[in-house]
Nanobody
Framework: QGQLAESGGGLVQAGGSLRLSCTGS????????IGWYRQAPENQREMVASITMDGNTYEPDSVKGRFTVSRDNAKNTAYLEMSDLKPEDTSVYFC??????????????WGQGTLVTVSS
């Protein structure tokens, strides 16, 4: 509990932009792979971006060119920059940290989520 926290969600008009932040514990953030997920009512949870410990990034075709993931280990924070937002992007966005097998604690941590609402 409380090991990851998202912020930056809010209400934005279609075509606008938002920057989400995910801040984690210094004890594990720098050795974790970070994933951004979203889940809207009645929908499956889907990954919208990820960044590995060593900085390799991934964005699926559904958001590619609009969403950009990055991280700043000095701040124990990952970011999801979203632009050209569409109403279908409306969802609760979650941050996930995946730890290596040798990590003594739990192998994944989840934040509580931050709500992004895109109006038409």
């Amino acid at each position: 509990q409380g090991q990851l926290a998202e912020s930056g969600g809010g209400l934005v008009q279609a075509g606008g932009s938002l920057r989400l932040s995910c801040t984690g514990s210094a004890s594990f953030f720098s050795i974790s792979d970070i994933g951004w997920y979203r889940q809207a009512p009645e929908n499956q949870r889907e990954m919208v971006a990820s960044i590995t410990m060593d900085g390799n990034t991934y964005e699926p075709d559904s958001v590619k060119g609009r969403f950009t993931v990055s991280r700043d280990n000095a701040k124990n924070t990952a970011y999801l920059e979203m632009s050209d937002l569409k109403p279908e992007d409306t969802s609760v966005y979650f941050c996930n940290a995946k730890l290596p097998s040798w990590w003594p604690g739990q192998k994944a941590y989840w934040g509580q989520g931050t709500l992004v609402t895109v109006s038409s």
